[in-house]
């Protein structure tokens, strides 16, 4: 936790309210996101016992699993979620944008708009990521066939969970996590995945402060839990008997309808209040302004989204049970690259966020003193445009001379640190700059800093970072397995197919 951070949650304590940690939002919010409230019975790994699902507040549509453990009812709720997330998806596959690659020569088509999935906390991505594993190697022919929209959803709830883990990122949303990076409250990081506590710091009722909201919210019986699982008091008291009822009326019709609407309306009242706080915690927020570089983070998710239906539509095959060595360290590659790049395009974007750098003296902030726009530099072999300025700043400055700093404000422009002054007062920091100024020997208008005008500067840079070079999986390093190898028998995590049998493995 940054010291930033820290200091706002203590206000928060102290205030009784969440404190902001950021001035815009750094999250793209679709039109008609999905939302998903799984629910899961305690006791029972990933048995899907109930969702709302909808794309708006008024939207939704409550799926359920009288009895949890029988593996066909488990199969019916697969394929009604399916017919609920598929058609959602191909509202996005619609009109499609030429983007130019290989330097213009060439183009290619994406999907102008992509679909978003949100669910309460991260515990509700790791139930899509669950229930795609266990549902996307299941057979369309065979002794037991499945519809083929169960494989497909499969596919496609696994793609939602691994674009969850990839940062910046807003193909899967658990919301505990987007509202606490904007907000920080007077709880603890394991309390604010409490979705009803965490909105009780930051939108508390009237007439209520935070910890009083976020007390009265760990009541299961005033605020269910946000799922996935089930309260174990709400199992044994209230939907162990309801189960038993309904088991029980097997063979009388009207008894066993009226168990089971008996069951439904009790899940429904788990679920609704999670779904109504996803939507306000989306609504609040939708109250932030977007961050100048959220667009094209989502241009990535847009790629990611169209590529896939490419592979799908080719009759591309599941993902994998587990990446081989090679693509497991491309992955992590990909991963580390996409954080780096996504805390400096944070820090770029919000001035609270680049103050937690400023604060470790990574950035600083000051006013421009003297500035030389016409200077040239001839020492090398032809005369190239240098300007430089003086910034005088008040603030801690950790970069040694020769450092390399850039402006959030001119992101394309280079700034060598030539002198660094100590004084009384502050420091004083000569810059010469470099790029950004146009191909001549005079600087365009506006592209060398003014004496007067108070900037910002840091070593994080947004530049272009290259891609590693792997080997190919059949040249797989012997310290890593050596190269794959192809097998007919059945191993781990391979589907058995049988009757009644979701998701079952060897």
Same mark, same amino acid.
């Given at each position: 936790?940054?010291?930033?951070?820290?200091?706002? /949650? $203590?206000?928060?304590?102290?205030?009784?309210?969440?404190?902001?940690?950021?001035?815009?939002?750094?999250?793209?919010?679709?039109?008609?996101?999905?939302?998903?409230?799984?629910?899961?019975?305690?006791? #029972?790994?990933?048995?899907?016992?109930?969702?709302?699902?909808? $794309?708006?507040?008024?939207?939704?549509?409550?799926?359920?699993?009288?009895?949890?453990?029988?593996?066909?009812?488990?199969?019916?709720?697969?394929?009604?979620?399916?017919?609920? %997330?598929?058609?959602?998806?191909?509202?996005?596959?619609?009109?499609?944008?030429?983007?130019?690659?290989?330097?213009?020569?060439?183009?290619?088509?994406?999907?102008?708009?992509?679909?978003?999935?949100?669910?309460?906390?991260?515990?509700?991505?790791?139930?899509?990521?669950?229930?795609?594993?266990?549902?996307?190697?299941? /057979? %369309?022919? *065979?002794?037991?066939?499945?519809?083929?929209?169960?494989?497909?959803?499969?596919?496609?709830?696994?793609?939602?969970?691994?674009?969850? #883990?990839?940062?910046?990122?807003?193909?899967?949303?658990?919301?505990?996590?987007?509202?606490?990076?904007?907000?920080?409250?007077?709880?603890?990081?394991?309390?604010?995945?409490?979705?009803? $506590?965490?909105?009780?710091?930051?939108?508390?009722?009237?007439?209520?402060?935070?910890?009083?909201?976020?007390?009265?919210?760990?009541?299961?019986?005033?605020?269910?839990?946000?799922?996935?699982?089930?309260?174990?008091?709400?199992?044994?008291?209230?939907?162990?008997?309801?189960?038993?009822?309904?088991?029980?009326?097997?063979?009388?019709?009207?008894? /066993?309808?009226?168990?089971?609407?008996?069951?439904?309306?009790?899940?429904?009242?788990?679920?609704?209040?999670?779904?109504?706080?996803?939507?306000?915690?989306?609504?609040?927020?939708?109250?932030?302004?977007?961050?100048?570089?959220?667009?094209?983070?989502?241009?990535?998710?847009?790629?990611?989204?169209?590529?896939?239906?490419?592979?799908?539509?080719?009759? *591309?095959?599941?993902?994998?049970?587990?990446?081989?060595?090679?693509?497991?360290?491309?992955?992590?590659?990909?991963?580390?690259?996409?954080?780096?790049?996504?805390?400096?395009?944070?820090?770029?974007?919000?001035?609270?966020?680049?103050?937690?750098?400023?604060?470790? *003296? #990574? $950035?600083?902030?000051?006013?421009?003193?003297?500035?030389?726009?016409?200077?040239?530099?001839?020492?090398?072999?032809?005369?190239?445009?240098?300007?430089?300025?003086?910034?005088?700043?008040?603030?801690?400055?950790?970069?040694? %001379?020769?450092?390399?700093?850039?402006?959030?404000?001119?992101?394309?422009?280079?700034?060598?640190?030539?002198?660094?002054?100590?004084?009384?007062? *502050?420091?004083?920091?000569?810059?010469?700059?470099?790029?950004?100024?146009?191909?001549?020997?005079?600087?365009?208008?506006?592209?060398?800093? #003014?004496?007067?005008?108070?900037?910002?500067?840091?070593?994080?840079?947004?530049?272009?970072?290259?891609?590693?070079?792997?080997?190919?999986?059949?040249?797989?390093?012997?310290?890593?397995?050596?190269?794959?190898?192809?097998?007919?028998?059945?191993?781990?995590?391979?589907?058995?197919?049988?009757?009644?049998?979701?998701?079952?493995?060897?």
């Amino acid at each position: 936790m940054s010291t930033l951070r820290a200091l706002a /949650r $203590a206000q928060a304590l102290a205030a009784g309210r969440a404190q902001p940690v950021a001035t815009v939002r750094h999250l793209h919010l679709a039109e008609r996101p999905l939302v998903v409230v799984p629910l899961t019975m305690a006791g #029972e790994a990933n048995a899907p016992l109930a969702a709302l699902v909808g $794309a708006a507040p008024d939207e939704a549509r409550l799926l359920t699993v009288a009895q949890p453990r029988n593996r066909d009812q488990r199969l019916r709720f697969v394929s009604e979620l399916a017919e609920i %997330v598929l058609p959602y998806l191909d509202e996005y596959r619609g009109a499609t944008e030429a983007v130019p690659v290989d330097r213009g020569r060439d183009v290619r088509h994406r999907y102008v708009d992509a679909p978003q999935v949100v669910v309460p906390n991260p515990a509700g991505v790791t139930f899509l990521r669950l229930l795609g594993r266990a549902i996307r190697f299941r /057979r %369309v022919d *065979g002794d037991h066939p499945v519809p083929p929209s169960v494989p497909l959803l499969g596919q496609w709830l696994t793609f939602f969970a691994e674009r969850a #883990e990839h940062p910046g990122s807003a193909t899967t949303v658990a919301l505990t996590e987007a509202l606490s990076l904007h907000w920080a409250t007077g709880q603890s990081v394991m309390e604010d995945l409490h979705l009803p $506590a965490l909105l009780g710091w930051i939108d508390p009722p009237p007439g209520q402060d935070g910890p009083t909201a976020a007390a009265l919210a760990e009541d299961p019986d005033r605020c269910p839990p946000a799922g996935p699982t089930t309260d174990p008091e709400f199992d044994n008291r209230v939907l162990a008997p309801a189960m038993a009822a309904y088991d029980a009326a097997v063979d009388d019709p009207r008894a /066993r309808a009226a168990a089971y609407a008996h069951l439904t309306g009790l899940l429904r009242g788990q679920l609704a209040p999670t779904w109504d706080l996803v939507w306000r915690g989306l609504s609040l927020l939708r109250t932030l302004p977007a961050g100048a570089r959220v667009a094209a983070r989502f241009t990535g998710d847009r790629d990611s989204f169209t590529g896939y239906c490419e592979h799908v539509d080719a009759g *591309g095959g599941p993902q994998p049970s587990r990446d081989g060595a090679v693509a497991a360290a491309a992955r992590l590659h990909r991963l580390e690259r996409a954080l780096t790049s996504y805390a400096v395009q944070r820090a770029y974007d919000d001035p609270l966020v680049m103050a937690e750098y400023r604060l470790t *003296g #990574e $950035a600083f902030v000051g006013e421009v003193t003297l500035a030389d726009p016409h200077r040239i530099d001839d020492t090398g072999k032809r005369p190239v445009l240098r300007p430089r300025i003086q910034v005088v700043t008040e603030e801690s400055v950790a970069v040694p %001379v020769g450092a390399v700093l850039y402006s959030p404000t001119r992101p394309g422009q280079k700034a060598r640190a030539v002198y660094l002054t100590r004084t009384d007062s *502050g420091t004083e920091v000569v810059l010469e700059l470099s790029g950004g100024m146009g191909r001549g020997r005079t600087a365009a208008p506006g592209t060398v800093p #003014e004496v007067g005008e108070r900037l910002c500067y840091t070593t994080l840079t947004d530049t272009f970072l290259p891609a590693a070079a792997f080997p190919a999986p059949e040249e797989t390093p012997w310290t890593h397995g050596g190269p794959p190898v192809t097998s007919a028998a059945p191993t781990a995590g391979v589907p058995v197919e049988g009757p009644g049998r979701v998701g079952a493995t060897r």
